[in-house]
């Protein structure tokens, strides 16, 4: 069996599994038709087997992520603030309704995971009214959250049954307040992984918190330059199969309002994935007004959406690099806008490291700062072939684990 200094560690993605030994690394492409255990064990049995569950730790996006509905009372502050928190919790967002208006807003069918309630600084009181509750009693949701004034909780307590109210997002002078909602919203990403059936049963091979990938990644970022040779600042691309998430550093955000703890932040866009996603990677293609341009320089026409091949993947990877830039950029007026002509190094992990070469990379991320920022700014492209990232924060992790239970 394993030593005590030996680790094994686990990635169970959408698409790839992935197990690092002190040695080596493996990747494989998972079977859909197996649970989770199961295919994980038909493919790397006898790797797992050697190791004691103790020395076992895991980290998966297998889940698909939690869904969120924000109602908030300003577009400029409580709105933008908890879309803020809630992305950078690696919440997926179905959409935001502005308070005022809220009669006029359909109720979604699906179940929503979380409803995030938030409006008005802690001086100001009486702000929602039966509008707001007759809304929720149509909607079909599993938690609700209140993180506006203090002064309108007992309201909101009393009439929504079950409501966890946690301390404002927005301060006196209109900051914003973001770490007892991001812990709330954490803890509830964290619960719904390990509550998933499939994933539950991992606990069969490790005696260890099954942690998100996202949440591991961003831990290592603080010491990315230990194994990469990154030059700051630098923003990380992680491209799976059916997410696509970016790790930034707090300091490229074009806005002084919003002023985070955390040394580095995390997006998570569960539309652009190239495997599980891929319909919704096309789509968002195919509305991007540069894309067909793109396209021609990468001498393909739109036929390559209808292809399974090996090429058409490659493409499928490079619209995905494009269009999450696009998103933080002036291009597109997110909540969120990065400075990306201060970025020095764009890091790229993940399974498109498997496919795509650097070039390939180097000559998207051109494309883009030419023809949406009119730049000739080209920040160095670094491959994270080895999941060495991935690597380093759950290392990492495991020795947080260890010096708690000292």
């Not at 179905?94 to 802690?122: A, C, F, H, K």
């Not at 399974?351 to 023809?371: H, N």
Request: charged residues 20%; negative net charge.
């Amino acid at each position: 069996m394993s030593g005590k200094n030996d680790k094994l560690l686990v990635d169970v993605g959408s698409t790839y599994f992935k197990v690092s030994t002190p040695d080596s690394i493996e990747q494989h492409f998972r079977d859909f038709n197996k649970a989770v255990l199961d295919d994980l064990m038909h493919k790397c049995g006898e790797t797992i087997k050697r190791f004691d569950k103790e020395h076992v730790q895991i980290c998966s996006s297998a889940n698909g992520g939690l869904s969120a509905l924000i109602i908030g009372l300003t577009n400029s502050f409580s709105l933008k603030y908890a879309t803020n928190i809630a992305f950078n919790s690696g919440i997926n967002i179905i959409d935001t309704i502005l308070y005022q208006n809220i009669e006029e807003y359909s109720v979604p069918s699906d179940l929503i995971d979380v409803v995030i309630l938030v409006g008005g600084v802690d001086s100001h009181g009486s702000l929602f009214s039966d509008s707001l509750y007759n809304y929720l009693d149509k909607l079909n949701y599993s938690n609700s959250v209140f993180v506006g004034s203090a002064q309108d909780a007992p309201a909101i307590q009393e009439h929504i049954e079950g409501v966890v109210v946690l301390p404002n997002i927005i301060d006196n002078r209109l900051h914003i307040v973001e770490e007892h909602l991001k812990e709330y919203l954490t803890n509830l990403y964290q619960q719904d992984i390990e509550g998933k059936e499939d994933i539950k049963h991992l606990y069969d091979i490790t005696d260890n918190q099954i942690f998100s990938t996202p949440y591991i990644v961003n831990k290592a970022l603080p010491f990315i330059d230990a194994k990469l040779a990154v030059v700051n600042p630098f923003i990380l691309l992680d491209i799976g199969g059916a997410t696509t998430d970016i790790h930034y550093s707090k300091d490229l955000v074009m806005d002084d309002n919003i002023v985070t703890e955390n040394e580095y932040d995390r997006l998570v866009f569960k539309k652009l994935g190239v495997y599980k996603s891929k319909q919704s990677l096309i789509f968002a293609a195919q509305n991007n007004e540069f894309v067909y341009e793109l396209l021609m320089h990468l001498k393909v026409t739109e036929n390559i959406f209808e292809e399974q091949s090996e090429k058409s993947t490659k493409i499928l990877m490079q619209l995905a690099i494009f269009l999450v830039l696009c998103k933080i950029s002036h291009y597109r007026q997110a909540y969120i806008n990065l400075k990306l002509l201060a970025v020095n190094s764009i890091v790229i992990t993940g399974g498109v490291t498997k496919v795509l070469t650097l070039d390939e990379v180097q000559d998207i991320i051109g494309f883009f700062y030419k023809k949406i920022l009119s730049s000739e700014h080209n920040p160095a492209a670094i491959m994270d072939s080895n999941y060495d990232i991935w690597t380093l924060g759950a290392k990492d992790e495991t020795v947080r684990e260890e010096t708690a239970c000292q």
